[in-house]
């Protein structure tokens, strides 16, 4: 089976930088993907890491180490519109589904 | 359509009762998926079809629940004889691809009373 670990909640000042990690055990990696989710709305694709290494879209950059079933979303200059819940969730095979973690609760505070 | 959606957004039922939750993707979009979550919790996966075909159909917690694509388009999400623990909300997501870059449906709030 699958099982992903994140942090259930991190709270982080205004302008400041946090890192949400995502560990990984799966029978098969095709890929690490990152959602945000605001409360009482959809789910939203942030970043995909296929490769090891460092994605970056704009203050969001996303990071794979895939010998250490491991990823983290790193999150810059915090703005309060940022506080949301975020989902790393892993693909296991060229034609399957996500498989979701539990979700990071973001509180970003003045 | 621009996007992925769901309707109803929201629907009570009693106990017992059957319920129909629509997701139309968007348009060429092959790969679509049923998840349900729970108040303050992750997404669980009910089935995943690509086209008309569902290769997956695991994540569906018992025979209460199914699901059919025709067209390649429209999904329903049917649920017989509802039961509380059945309430939560149903999103459907849509994507070229399967398993990468989802886009989301606002979802269904469903509350079995």
């Known amino acids: ?110 | 359509g621009a996007g992925v959606s769901q309707s109803p957004s929201n629907k009570v039922t009693e106990k017992g009762k059957d319920v129909e939750l629509r997701c139309d993707p968007i348009s060429g979009h092959t790969a679509l998926y049923w998840y349900r979550q729970s108040l303050g919790q992750g997404l669980e996966f009910l089935i995943y079809f690509q086209g008309n075909s569902a290769p997956d159909k695991s994540g569906l917690p018992s025979d209460r629940f199914s699901a059919e694509r025709t067209g390649g388009s429209v999904s329903t999400l049917t649920i017989q004889r509802t039961q509380q623990e059945d309430s939560a909300v149903y999103l459907c997501a849509s994507s070229l691809r399967a398993g990468y870059g989802y886009t989301f449906g606002s979802g269904t709030r469903l509350t079995v009373v």
């Open chain 1, 1 to 110: 089976g699958q099982s992903l670990e994140q942090p259930s909640e991190v709270t982080a000042v205004e302008g400041a930088i946090v890192q949400i990690n995502c560990t990984y055990q799966t029978s098969g990696f095709y890929g690490l993907s990152w959602y945000q989710q605001h409360d009482g709305g959809a789910p939203t694709f942030l970043s995909y890491n296929g490769l090891d290494g460092l994605e970056e879209t704009g203050r969001f950059s996303s990071f794979l180490s895939r010998s250490d079933s491991y990823g983290y979303l790193l999150l810059q200059e915090l703005q309060m519109k940022d506080s949301a819940s975020y989902f790393c969730a892993v693909r296991t095979g060229t034609a399957s589904k996500l498989t979701f973690g539990t979700g990071t609760r973001l509180q970003v505070t003045l």
